[in-house]
């Protein structure tokens, strides 16, 4: 059985810097690509930053690039979502899911799905 599990979220003062972790158990990270998806408060889930389990390869929202990475540690079985200059508009909770096909960006695509932690950027 698949399952993740998200860890990092906190309260963060703005241009401040959080990593949250993806532990996925069940299957090994090279059959999934790990999407990061975030779901602010009143709106609906986004995608974030995605990573392909086997390559590496990466793909980035255009509202995080260049200020988030999403790296993966096969090892650990482990995705990271490393965050700097945070700002108030990155206030959300933040899931992790596991895509088998598909297109990264769109949710309904992904298999498995982490509980969600919450990050709080404060002014």
């Known amino acids: 059985q698949v399952q993740l599990a998200e860890s990092g979220g906190q309260l963060v003062q703005a241009g401040g810097s959080l990593r949250l972790s993806c532990l996925v158990s069940?299957?090994?990270?090279?059959?999934?690509?790990i999407g990061w998806f975030r779901r602010p408060p009143g709106e609906e889930r986004e995608f974030v930053a995605g990573?392909?389990?086997?390559?590496?390869?990466?793909f980035y929202s255009p509202s995080v690039k260049g200020r988030f990475t999403v790296a993966l540690d096969s090892a650990q079985n482990t995705v990271y979502l490393q965050m700097n200059s945070l700002k108030t508009d990155d206030t959300a909770v933040y899931y992790c899911?596991?895509?088998?096909?598909?297109?990264?960006?769109?949710?309904?695509?992904?298999?498995?799905w982490g509980q969600g932690t919450q990050v709080t950027v404060s002014s």
């Open positions: 899911g596991a895509l088998i096909s598909g297109t990264w960006i769109r949710a309904s695509d992904y298999s498995y």
């Open positions: 069940g299957r090994t990270l090279s059959t999934f690509v």
């Open positions: 990573i392909a389990g086997d390559d590496g390869r990466t």
